[in-house]
Nanobody, 117 residues
Framework: QVQLVESGGGLVQAGGSLRLSCAAS????????MGWYRQAPGKQREKAAS???????SYGDSVKGRFTISRDNDKNTVYLQMNSLKPEDTGVYYC???????????WGQGTQVTVSS
């Protein structure tokens, strides 16, 4: 059973930075995509960024140029460096892992990020 444990959320002022981490354990697929999704109150969950096991990255339009996703395959860990944070970045950030086929999808429990103006 795959488990995802997020850490690194918190409260930060606008313009500040945070770094999220997500450690995966269990039956990790050798070919997979890990990503960060976020959900603001009253809004739908949206993708912030994703990265394949080969290192290809993809970003949501609202975070391009400010967020950077990376991963350490040896540690089965994915990171999200968030810079120039804005109040609209506030929400619960969820880590997601899916296999290459998309059949198996796992979610973390979420970590709260709050950006004050």
């Amino acid at each position: 059973q795959v488990q995802l444990v997020e850490s690194g959320g918190g409260l930060v002022q606008a313009g500040g930075s945070l770094r999220l981490s997500c450690a995966a354990s269990g039956g990790i697929f050798s070919s997979n995509i890990m990503g960060w999704y976020r959900q603001a109150p009253g809004k739908q969950r949206e993708k912030a960024a994703s990265i394949t096991s080969g290192g290809d990255t993809s970003y949501g339009d609202s975070v391009k140029g400010r967020f950077t996703i990376s991963r350490d395959n040896d540690k089965n860990t994915v990171y999200l460096q968030m810079n120039s944070l804005k109040p609209e970045d506030t929400g619960v950030y969820y880590c997601r892992l899916r296999d290459a086929t998309g059949i198996y999808v796992y979610w973390g429990q979420g970590t709260q990020v709050t950006v004050s103006s």
